[in-house]
């Protein structure tokens, strides 16, 4: 197989909503977990990791305005920059962006 090269990355999780911030956070022993901003039916008690400071999306998206999608909007505008370069030199069928998460099925 012929290596592709990665040209840019992003991670947005409740320890920031950008990969300085994350290593920020990561660097200085911060943790982000606490209780559920919303209580859970469950019957025990539950810890999470939970996003906090994110900002709605665009109107356009309103419908959709959950806190997995701002996530995933966080991560997408700090990756815009090194797609946008990637398209520039290889053209747009030639670049792929690739998501991941442990949150909400995305």
Do not use: K, M, Q
């Not at 966080?74 to 962006?97: C, F, K, Q, S, T």
């Amino acid at each position: 197989p012929t290596p592709r090269p990665l040209t840019g990355y992003s991670l947005a999780t409740g320890l920031g909503r950008s990969t300085e911030e994350n290593l920020a956070a990561i660097l200085a022993g911060r943790a982000a977990f606490g209780p559920p901003a919303e209580p859970f039916a469950v019957g025990f008690p539950t810890v999470c990791l939970t996003a906090t400071g994110l900002r709605p999306l665009p109107a356009a998206f309103s419908a959709e305005d959950t806190r997995v999608h701002r996530l995933a909007w966080a991560a997408l505008e700090e990756l815009r920059p090194a797609a946008d370069r990637a398209r520039a030199r290889w053209g747009a069928a030639r670049v792929a962006v690739l998501v991941g998460t442990s949150t909400g099925g995305l």
